[in-house]
Every structure is written in C-alpha cells, then in structure tokens.
C-alpha cells in the first residue's frame, strides 16, 4: 500500500492472462496490465494511475516473476 492505493496480485492458477495486477483505492478498482503498465478496463484517478504505472515500472521484473511462480513477495512501497 503507498498513498492510499492498494496493490494486489490474485495467484489462484495465475487468475487469468494476460499478467496483470489491480490497484485499488477507496472509490476505484482497476486491472493493470504488468508488461505495458497500462490500465486494463475502468477508471483510475489521473494522479493515482500515475503513481500505478511508476510501481509497475519500477517492480516489473519481480511482478512477472510472482505472476509465473504463483509464490507472493511483498515489495517495498513508493516513497
């Protein structure tokens, strides 16, 4: 969790292709692809999406990784 947004990676049989993850806040959900950073379907906060897309990027090695292992690693929030 970083500045009110919520990252969360469901790794039941790898959920569903193609990788991605959902950032959630208080009024919004939305899937994010991992390999193109970009929302997936919905709506996301201009600002907030922002700050998605720069832990996607900063984090796409390791979220490809849990995506293809199924074994979770929590990651260090942005700052």
Not at 6 to 23: D, F, G, S, T, W
Not at 44 to 65: C, N, R, S, T
Not at 72 to 79: D, E, N
Request: net charge negative; charged share 30%; hydrophobic share 40%.
């Amino acid at each position: 969790m970083f500045f009110g947004i919520i990252i969360v990676m469901y790794l039941r049989n790898k959920e569903h292709n193609p990788p991605h993850i959902h950032a959630i806040t208080q009024d919004f959900d939305a899937p994010f692809y991992i390999e193109t950073c970009e929302i997936m379907e919905g709506e996301f906060p201009p600002k907030a999406q922002a700050l998605v897309k720069e832990f996607i990027f900063k984090y796409k090695k390791e979220l490809i990784d849990m995506w293809e292992t199924e074994k979770y690693t929590k990651l260090p929030p942005l700052k």
